[in-house]
């Protein structure tokens, strides 16, 4: 029998946990509290094509991308998925719902690598939020190393 290599071997481990915790349930990956109230979703009032530019506030070189780039968000239903680059080129969408108000707030847990004197693989949060409002989408995109900050205009 062979053994499987360490990352197929981590791999599996990562897919074991999160089963655990999936049917676990919200309160165990927030400490016992009682999950947020449901959003109450947008209809189609905010849905069209974003067009505009996506800017580094903070952190720096390859791990964050560009200091800027252009970058379109299809909303639509009241909700769009943020194309998150978890690995350029490799992205992984961040499925957002858009409240009534024109507000959103969505995170998605990814692993990534840990890159110091002893690399190791790690998971990590990403968190989409802002708010939509005047024909202009606002948001502010936060992982373990950066922040950006998209700003669009619906055209």
């Known amino acids: 029998m ?21 049917s676990a349930g919200c309160g165990a990956l ?4 009682a999950p947020a109230p449901a959003v109450q979703a947008a209809d189609t009032r905010f849905d069209g094509v974003y067009a505009g530019r996506n800017d580094a506030v903070s952190g720096w070189g390859f791990l964050c991308g560009p200091p800027a780039y252009a970058q379109t968000i299809t909303v639509s239903g009241g909700r769009f ?11 992984t969408p961040v499925p957002v719902q858009v409240a009534v108000d024109g507000t959103f707030v ?11 004197p002893r690399s190791r693989y790690i998971n990590a949060w990403v968190t989409v939020s802002g708010r939509i409002t005047g024909g202009e989408l606002d948001a ?3 992982d373990l190393r950066c922040v950006r900050r998209l700003t669009a205009q619906r055209g």
């Not at 053994?3 to 946990?17: E, F, N, Q, W």
């Not at 969505?106 to 110091?116: H, L, P």
């Open 81 to 91: 998925d943020y194309p998150y680059p978890v690995s350029a080129p490799r992205t």
């Open 2 to 22: 062979t053994r499987p290599s360490i990352g197929a071997a981590m791999g599996l481990s990562l897919l074991a946990v999160s089963g655990v915790l999936l």
């Open 106 to 116: 969505a995170s998605i847990q990814y692993g990534t690598e840990d890159f110091g």
């Open 140 to 142: 502010t995109v936060s």
């Open 30 to 33: 927030t400490g016992g509290t």
